[in-house]
């Protein structure tokens, strides 16, 4: 199965395995760069779902009529923990 294809909790995982075999007594250096490789993918595939993923998120916010809407997420939001504090 492509990295790609995998959820990023199974990827993730993959790469936790990896990590933790890279850390043990590896002994065969075919071993170690082939899992290095491996990780490398893994990781790259994560941070590409992570960027996906926060492209795709959504904050619903209340309007004074009691109504619903939807705006982007912006990463000013989640350091400042709200835009109206500015």
Not at 15 to 43: F, T
Not at 63 to 73: A, G, K, P, S
């Amino acid at each position: 199965m492509k990295n790609e294809k995998l959820k990023f909790e199974e990827a993730l995982k993959k790469l936790e395995d990896i990590v933790q075999k890279m850390e043990g007594d590896l002994d065969d250096i075919d071993e170690y760069i082939r899992l290095y490789e491996e990780g490398k993918k893994l990781l790259e595939s994560c941070q590409k779902k992570l960027r996906e993923y926060e492209q795709k998120i959504e904050v619903l916010t209340k309007q004074d009529d009691e109504t619903m809407r939807v705006e982007e997420f912006s990463e000013e939001e989640e350091t400042t923990g709200d835009k109206d504090d500015e």
